[in-house]
């Protein structure tokens, strides 16, 4: 059974930092590239960033120098280290598992930036 859980969201203030889990089971994690996704309210969807099963890391431009992703083979698990958070940055955070066509989600995690 696959699972894809995140955790770490929370609320915090302009400025601060979050770091954001994702713990993967029952697929090939080292396999699988991995992403961040959020949604915002009334926006959709923005991706976030990627890394793959190399460790080629990938960012969207918004959070370019603020955010960090890495992962851990060892224990199926991706991170986001997010510093300097801006309002904007405020949505629903979701993890996603991918190869090829498959996608596994999470049920996501919110933070919320308050100024």
């Known amino acids: 059974q696959v699972q894809v859980v995140e955790s770490g969201g929370g609320l915090v203030q302009t400025g601060g930092s979050l770091r954001l889990s994702c713990a993967a089971s029952?697929?090939?994690?080292?396999?699988?590239?991995m992403s961040w996704v959020r949604q915002t309210h009334g926006k959709g969807f923005e991706w976030v960033s990627s890394i793959d099963g190399g460790g080629t890391t990938m960012y969207a431009d918004s959070v370019k120098g603020r955010f960090t992703i890495s992962r851990d083979n060892a224990s199926n698990t991706i991170y986001l280290q997010m510093n300097s958070l801006k309002s904007d940055d405020t949505a629903v955070y979701y993890c996603?598992?991918?190869?090829?066509?498959?996608?596994?989600w999470g049920q996501g995690t919110q933070v919320t930036v308050s100024s």
């Open positions: 029952g697929f090939n994690f080292r396999s699988y590239g």
């Open positions: 996603q598992g991918w190869a090829g066509s498959t996608y596994y």
